[in-house]
């Protein structure tokens, strides 16, 4: 599954556990979406989460840092 750039695939022999990659050809993921999650729900919220994170940081001089 597609997920805001990032995909959520199921782990073969886990049961219903999940990881996340980046989309394409490599790349590395964050810290924060290391490992293994027990839902695709929780692996999407974790995405949100960082995306958001993100989105609102802050540079040092106080303006928003613009993501992309």
Avoid: C
């Amino acid at each position: 599954m597609n997920y805001k750039g990032y995909l959520i695939t199921p782990v073969k022999g886990l049961g219903s556990a999940y990881e996340i990659a980046t989309e394409g050809r490599g790349g590395k993921i964050p810290n924060i979406m290391n490992g293994l999650f027990t839902s695709r729900g929780s692996a999407m919220q974790v995405v949100d989460s960082y995306l958001a994170s993100k989105e609102s940081a802050v540079n040092t001089n106080g303006e928003k840092i613009s993501k992309g």
